[in-house]
């Protein structure tokens, strides 16, 4: 009969010991590239917190790093990684998460795969209901894609052209300013048009002064 009470308890309590583990803020510090599917898991698990989902996002970042020599495919890290990039509004906080996946997704920019981060990014930064940090995190992240900088350069471009139909408001300041530093960094001389068109409206002086940095980094050779 005790052994039974003994075993009912061990399989009550430990489980959650276990899980305590998992979410430790150094348990996902020790998983390396073979335990990538271990990461995506938490990813998705509703029961771990935002803040310890942002650190196996970290770690994740951390990893990609390894990816190149290695027989891992960078779509292990970063096909979860795009999952958790959709909102999730009923959960307090998911912006911070995402900013991290935004930041994350850099270190994928010149690996195998890496166009395929585009189209996503993209749609976060031209996405007006979008939380305004995610989409300048993001806009930030598509500057580091050189490797794909024509489509890089087109989401870019796409987005700031919707904010200059939108004109300036309350949330639109800081994306705007993001996107013109993001395509003055890629230099692609087919943000002439857009650039000049923030230099010439009613958005603040601060954003045109970013503007007009960005088009005296445009590259006009070839």
């Avoid at 806009?139 to 890089?152: G, N, Q």
Wanted: glycine share 4%; proline share 5%; charged share 25%.
């Amino acid at each position: 009969m005790k052994q039974v009470v003994f075993a009912l308890l061990i399989s009550i309590f430990v489980p959650g010991l276990l899980q305590a583990q998992e979410i430790s803020p150094t348990y996902f510090n020790r998983i390396t590239l073979d335990g990538v599917d271990e990461l995506a898991r938490a990813l998705s698990d509703p029961e771990i917190s935002v803040e310890q989902k942002r650190l196996a996002v970290n770690r994740m970042a951390e990893l990609a790093r390894q990816l190149p020599g290695s027989n891992v495919a960078p779509s292990r890290l970063y096909n979860p990684l795009l999952g958790a990039l959709r909102p999730e509004k009923d959960v307090q906080d998911h912006h911070v998460l995402r900013i991290a996946i935004c930041e994350a997704l850099r270190n994928f920019s010149d690996l195998e795969g890496s166009g395929q981060l585009i189209g996503p990014l993209g749609r976060v930064v031209s996405d007006a209901d979008e939380h305004e940090d995610v989409r300048t995190a993001a806009a930030r992240t598509l500057a580091d894609f050189r490797k794909d900088k024509s489509a890089a350069v087109e989401a870019l471009i796409s987005a700031l052209n919707k904010e200059l139909d939108r004109g300036p408001n309350a949330n639109n300041i800081s994306i705007t300013s993001a996107l013109c530093v993001s395509l003055g960094s890629l230099r692609d001389k087919r943000a002439l048009v857009p650039l000049m068109k923030v230099v010439q409206s009613s958005f603040p002086n601060q954003t045109k002064r970013i503007a007009k940095t960005a088009l005296e980094s445009l590259d006009w050779r070839g």
